[in-house]
């Protein structure tokens, strides 16, 4: 709590001068204050390392309040069986939307978790399935 009193870029030592821009926070910081993904070693998230936090403590209380998991996806309705699930939820207003799978959930926010987008994208679809 008394470290928010002080300037988050300085109790960071980074060996390089590249900053980044949290997409959180919109602060330019050291790319030490990047958490580098497990999954894909040469990719840093998107958010400064507070802001994860802050967002994985959200989502944490957000499941605790959630429906109960479904045994299927409800975008795709894809069975879940030994696959991992995802809670899916407004980024603007933090409000739970769903459980869904991994393909369901990365194409939404891939597609920036808009109606627009995705109807962009069922446009195109449509443009180049009509070819065939």
Known sequence: M???LFNVVNTYKDKTNEMYECVDCKQMLPLSMFRVREDRSNYRDKQCKPCFSK???HIQKLAE???PKPDKCECCGTVFGD???YLDHCHDTGEFRGWLCNSCNSGIGILGDT???LEQALVYLRKHYEKN
């Open 65 to 67: 309040v959630a429906p």
């Open 83 to 85: 696959a991992k699930i």
């Open 55 to 57: 967002n994985v403590r």
């Open 2 to 4: 008394q470290l928010e």
């Open 115 to 117: 109606i627009q987008h």
